[in-house]
């Protein structure tokens, strides 16, 4: 059983594609699920570019609801949603998480110390950093986000390789503390397929740390973090492929923040 669980929409401001042709995209792919999971509001960054204005949630919670009911009996549709974690301004984001019906939520981690790293227009900043200590510090923010508790899916665990600036150290004690707190929260990852869309061409997170977690037995889930239709279920033969190498035989699914799981 194949899915989607990392599907963005046009609310985001920088993706494309109506819900409808998204769903259809899924069951073209001949896809079980397809897990919409936009990015909620920011709140460190109100540019419309970036993510869906707080007054639009209640509105994409109903949208994709819509969607559930529609294509029932075709494909089952989760209401997912993409939620950062930046201890700021954790306090509303907590009030959102909990005012909906979420089948899961995706936690992520885009910005530390105001930079939103993995943003293109950002990218000065990287002359002016040291490499090594960024990576460490961006996975020891994931694994805070871990241990909030609030949070189902870690997103893109390895995002700080997203324009291909490498850090020389050893990622690998990074990746296996990390990966403990995830196992310790109850929590899985996902293959997240949209690296390779980026200077980085590689999936995230990197085949060691698949490894490493597939050793600790932490779940493991899809997402392409599409951004239109094309990318839906965009190189999930790769991602499988992945997953299987490292003795996976099953994937994490959710309906109600309740953790399931499916063949593979
Ligand atoms: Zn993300
Ligand atoms: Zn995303």
């Known amino acids: 059983m194949i899915f989607d669980y990392h599907v963005h929409t046009a609310l985001c401001g920088h993706a494309r594609g109506t819900?409808?042709?998204?769903?259809?995209?899924?069951?073209?792919?001949?896809?079980?699920?397809i897990g919409i999971a936009d990015h909620m509001p920011l709140l460190y960054d109100e540019n419309p570019d970036l993510a869906m204005a707080r007054e639009?949630?209640?509105l994409y919670v109903e949208q994709v609801l819509g969607l559930k009911k529609r294509f029932a009996g075709r494909i089952t549709v989760r209401l997912g949603i993409e939620a950062d974690y930046d201890a700021a301004t954790m306090e509303e984001r907590?009030?959102?998480?909990?005012?909906y019906p979420w089948d899961y939520i995706i936690g992520s981690v885009h910005v530390l110390d105001?930079?939103?790293?993995?943003?293109p227009r950002n990218l000065d900043r990287y002359r002016d950093i040291d490499l090594d200590e960024f990576y460490a510090e961006y996975l020891y923010a994931v694994g805070s986000m871990v241990q909030t508790g609030l949070y189902d899916i870690v997103a893109h665990a390895d995002l700080a390789k997203k324009f291909d600036m490498r850090a020389s150290i050893d990622l690998r004690p990074h990746y296996r503390s990390l990966l403990e707190k995830v196992k310790a929260a109850g929590m899985c990852?996902?293959?997240?397929?949209?690296?390779?869309?980026w200077p980085v061409a590689e999936m995230y997170p990197e085949p060691e740390f698949v490894r490493i977690a597939a050793?600790?037995?932490?779940?493991?889930?899809?997402?392409?973090?599409s951004h239109s239709p094309e990318d839906v279920g965009r190189d999930f033969d790769r991602a499988l492929q992945l997953v299987r190498s490292a003795g996976y035989t099953e994937?994490?699914?959710?309906?109600?923040?309740?953790?399931?799981?499916?063949?593979?």
């Open 19 to 33: 819900l409808d042709e998204l769903v259809e995209a899924a069951i073209d792919k001949g896809f079980a699920e």
């Open 94 to 99: 907590v009030v959102m998480m909990e005012a």
């Open 56 to 58: 639009q949630l209640p």
């Open 251 to 264: 994937l994490a699914t959710f309906e109600a923040r309740k953790m399931g799981s499916a063949p593979i």
């Open 215 to 225: 050793e600790l037995e932490v779940p493991v889930t899809l997402g392409s973090d």
């Open 114 to 119: 105001g930079w939103i790293f993995d943003d």
């Open 189 to 197: 990852y996902e293959i997240n397929t949209a690296g390779l869309r």
